[in-house]
């Protein structure tokens, strides 16, 4: 069995270690050692997006990285939007506007559409169905996704105006 | 997956004596076609290489009248890269085209041209441009560096370094992608330069190709109409459960047809 190594990346703003086999992927090392059960797992193949994280500013199918690659990397996943006690925007437009069923996909949406709109703070319907393509949900039909990326958009906005 | 060892090296010369002292080593780049196979186990290295840490193997630059493209740029990067769009913007919407956004943000030009997957994009664009594959070792030319079903001419342990891309007049990429992955079901991929025009046709056969007698013609007259003299013969194309060969074979005319209208229409 090859050696295991220790990984050591940000966790939402936490420093933390992970000892692993080169072979384990990210999201198992999340979920299952480091008990960040947000992100889930869909298909394992790299289709779905339920598993998606934000790497070093980057949106990411978490199935299809190993742990190894993420040595020094800043990790978010969905378990860092809430800040003491108050949703993010994104969880907030989520709620109200019934961007979720049974909320399997939802981790993953929020988690895109943050980066999202990070690089594109006022993006169209069409723009934002392109830049969440990687994301599959098997409920709602995305309207009340794309609503609800625009909810959160428009409070974002009026924010920081 | 089956159990591996890792490594990440700083430097070329490392990556590759770590290959040479690997029982089955195999490099990694973005992981985004390497993992899922792994995960199948249709491979089973014994080391991966990883190669996020080689810089030298990642950035764009301007090399004369050619656009230069390390290995390891990612697709979202060849997408949002102002000089790709200003030197072969069909270039920069190809991989725009590719995958999804999360795929984009981690898969590479090197690795999508070693792997040569039938329904791969860039292929089209190497052999669409006249591209010159840099490796470890050597340059291959682009008519040269797709072999077969995912076969190339790379030896072993040969390592690509970058992609030159000739800047030519026009160039436009038309794909029809699969609904589910984005992989395309027919891309042609269709240039007009100063050594005349190209058409390389990717989802198509079991390996990207050119079309040379249409080249021909479009080289004598450039018009969409042009294409409908020519097709791919159902028995050469692909049967799967994206498509029947008759559509393939129908969609590669179609696909060819809007690529040159683009281009004449100056709306690439
Ligand atoms: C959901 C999904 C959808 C996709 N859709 C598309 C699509 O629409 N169009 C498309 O074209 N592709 C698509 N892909 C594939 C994607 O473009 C991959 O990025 C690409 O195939 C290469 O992967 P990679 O760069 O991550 O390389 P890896 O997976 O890391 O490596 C692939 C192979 O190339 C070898 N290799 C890597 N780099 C080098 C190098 N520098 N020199 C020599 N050998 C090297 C590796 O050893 C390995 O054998 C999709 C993938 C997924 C998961
Ligand atoms: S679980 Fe990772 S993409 Fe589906
Ligand atoms: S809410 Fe059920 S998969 Fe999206």
């Known amino acids: 069995m090859a050696k295991k190594q220790t990984v050591s990346f940000t966790l939402n703003g936490t420093q933390v270690d992970v000892v692993v086999e080169p072979r384990e992927l990210l999201i198992h090392s999340l979920r299952e050692k480091l008990q960040h059960t947000g992100p889930h797992i869909g298909c394992e193949t790299s289709h779905c997006g339920a598993c998606t994280v934000d790497i070093d500013g980057m949106s990411v199918k978490s199935c299809t990285v190993l742990t190894v690659q993420c040595q020094d990397a800043e990790v978010l996943t969905i378990e860092g939007f809430e800040q003491g006690g108050e949703l993010h925007a994104l969880q907030e437009g989520f709620t109200q506007e019934h961007g979720l069923q049974c909320g399997y996909c939802t981790p993953g949406m929020i988690t895109r559409a943050y980066r999202l709109l990070k690089e594109n703070p006022s993006p169209s319907e069409e723009e934002i169905r392109y830049w969440m393509a990687g994301n599959l949900c098997r409920c709602t039909g995305y309207q009340n996704i794309v609503k609800a990326v625009q909810y959160a958009a428009n409070k974002l906005s009026s924010a920081s105006a | ?268």
């Open chain 2, 1 to 268: 997956m089956q159990d591996f060892s890792y490594q990440r090296p700083a430097a070329l010369t490392a990556a590759i004596e770590a290959f040479e002292q690997a029982e089955d080593g195999r490099f990694l780049a973005g992981g985004q076609t390497l993992l899922p196979v792994m995960k199948h186990r249709l491979a089973t290295p014994s080391d991966l290489i990883d190669l996020a840490g080689i810089s030298d193997l990642e950035g764009i630059s301007i090399a004369g009248s050619a656009l230069s493209i390390g290995a390891m740029t990612t697709h979202a990067r060849v997408a949002s890269a102002a000089e790709v769009h200003d030197a072969i913007p069909a270039l920069a919407k190809l991989a725009g085209c590719i995958g999804d956004p999360h795929v984009r943000n981690r898969g590479t030009l090197g690795g999508s041209i070693a792997n040569n997957d039938p329904a791969a994009d860039y292929p089209a664009a190497v052999a669409g441009l006249n591209a010159t594959v840099y490796t470890d070792r050597r340059r291959i030319a682009g008519d040269d560096f797709f072999t077969g079903f995912f076969e190339t001419a790379l030896e072993e342990g040969e390592l690509i370094t970058r992609v030159e891309f000739p800047v030519a007049a026009a160039a436009c990429y038309q794909k029809f992608d699969d609904p589910a992955s984005g992989y395309a079901v027919v891309g042609v991929f269709v240039s007009r330069g100063s050594q005349g025009v190209r058409v390389a046709v990717t989802g198509a056969t079991p390996c990207v190709f050119r079309m040379r007698d249409l080249e021909a013609a479009l080289n004598r007259k450039f018009t969409p109409e042009t294409v409908s003299g020519f097709c791919v013969p159902e028995e050469e194309c692909n049967d799967d459960l994206h498509a029947t060969a008759a559509y393939r074979s129908h969609l590669v005319g179609v696909m060819a047809t809007r690529a040159v209208a683009a281009i004449t229409d100056g709306e690439m």
